[in-house]
Structure formats: structure tokens, C-alpha cells
T-cell receptor, first 113, second 115 residues
Framework: KAGVTQTPRYLIKTRGQQVTLSCSPI?????VSWYQQTPGQGLQFLFE???????NKGNFPGRFSGRQFSNSRSEMNVSTLELGDSALYLC????????????FGPGTRLTVT | AQTVTQSQPEMSVQEAETVTLSCTYD???????LFWYKQPPSRQMILVIR??????QNATENRFSVNFQKAAKSFSLKISDSQLGDAAMYFC????????????FGDGTTLTVKP
């Protein structure tokens, strides 16, 4: 089985712009979670989607949003980028039924200048 | 709120030796899972081992084993016969069944393996 894939792998944006990141889960996995990883704050949970519905949300401002499609692929969007949004954004997928292991993608490195 | 604490920012071990990474957590939940993840410099997060809270038996995966002390809310990872490829950042994580899809992570421990 192919693993979790994330695109793009690297991204450079300017303050005030918006960005969309994509995540394709492992085939058959229906839950997709997003995390932000920074040296200062560590790994922080953004949100989780299951069957196209957001089930859980972390403590991030409304500029951070996401969605999930019927094929379980997920996108997250960050509007009005700030310098502090520079981070590694990790996507993780899980079956969400009967097992609670998350499998992570390689991440998208976002740099905001 | 659930919290996960890794008190050792850095650890080092000699190749072929054994090392133990510490993790404590705080929760009022009774049904939860604990994980150790490895993140090598390439950044791909890899699941090393998991433990169900309702299981008293400690989980083991080849050279990796845990010491799960539920009453003390402690979950340490032991790596036996350390190899150079074990060098990475290790994260302890917690997942409660009432918080679907959300893992809470510790700050990580950087493990160096000396040849």
C-alpha cells in the first residue's frame, strides 16, 4: 500500500497570501488529521476529518481551515499568512474504526516571508 | 486537558547498548492509547510502538519495548541493542477515544547513537 502523500513538499509564500496544502491518506483510511510542527511549539493538533466531517478542532485561529472530499483526500487552507505560520505541516491518516494508529505523511514545509 | 511530558530533551547511547526514554502524561480519561513515534532527520514520522491503556501487558516490538505504569501515568520506551539508525527525535503521544483523531504529543527527545 502506498503511504500518506502530501503536496507540495515545500512552499514559500509572502505575508498576507493564502495557501492550500493537500493530503492523500492511505487507501481505505477514512480519518485525516493535520498537525503543525514548529521548533517553539512542537507538534500541535489542527483538526481532524472523518467522512467529510470535521470531528475535532485544535486551538488555532479561523484563518486555518480544512475540508475532506468523498475519496478521503483532505486539504487545509491558511488565509492571510503570517510569519508565525512558517512550519512543517503534517498530515496523518487512520482507519478510525477499530484501530487508533496514525500514519504520517512526509509533511509540507511552509515558509512565510 | 491532557498533557504529555518528556523530561529529557536529549539522550545519547553507545551503539549496542540500551537506553530508556521517559514520558509522563496527565489525563482523566480511562480509555486511551499511548504511542511512541520516531522522527529521523528526513522528517517522516514513524510509529514505533503503541499501548492500549486497558492492557496490563507491556507492548514489545523487536528491540523496542515499553514500561507502562498506568497508576503513575508513566510510559517509557526502552531501546535495546541500539543501532546507528535509531538516531532520531522520539515523541511520546496520547490519544483518547473521546477525542477522535487527535494525538497530543510531548516535546520530544533527541536520541544520539554513538558508534
Amino acid at each position: 500500500k502506498a503511504g500518506v502523500t502530501q503536496t507540495p513538499r515545500y512552499l514559500i509564500k509572502t505575508r498576507g497570501q493564502q495557501v492550500t496544502l493537500s493530503c492523500s491518506p492511505i487507501s481505505g483510511h477514512r480519518s485525516v488529521s493535520w498537525y503543525q510542527q514548529t521548533p517553539g511549539q512542537g507538534l500541535q493538533f489542527l483538526f481532524e476529518y472523518f467522512s467529510e466531517t470535521q470531528r475535532n478542532k485544535g486551538n488555532f485561529p479561523g484563518r486555518f481551515s480544512g475540508r475532506q472530499f468523498s475519496n478521503s483526500r483532505s486539504e487545509m487552507n491558511v488565509s492571510t499568512l503570517e510569519l508565525g505560520d512558517s512550519a512543517l505541516y503534517l498530515c496523518a491518516s487512520s482507519l478510525a474504526v477499530g484501530t487508533y494508529e496514525q500514519y504520517f505523511g512526509p509533511g509540507t514545509r511552509l515558509t512565510v516571508t | 486537558a491532557q498533557t504529555v511530558t518528556q523530561s529529557q530533551p536529549e539522550m545519547s547511547v553507545q551503539e549496542a547498548e540500551t537506553v530508556t526514554l521517559s514520558c509522563t502524561y496527565d489525563t482523566s480519561e480511562s480509555d486511551y492509547y499511548l504511542f511512541w513515534y520516531k522522527q529521523p532527520p528526513s522528517r517522516q514520522m514513524i510509529l514505533v510502538i503503541r499501548q492500549e491503556a486497558y492492557k496490563q501487558q507491556n507492548a514489545t516490538e523487536n528491540r523496542f519495548s515499553v514500561n507502562f505504569q498506568k497508576a503513575a501515568k508513566s510510559f517509557s520506551l526502552k531501546i535495546s541493542d541500539s543501532q546507528l539508525g535509531d538516531a532520531a527525535m522520539y515523541f511520546c503521544a496520547y490519544w483518547a477515544n473521546t477525542n477522535a483523531g487527535k494525538s497530543t504529543f510531548g516535546d520530544g527527545t533527541t536520541l544520539t547513537v554513538k558508534p
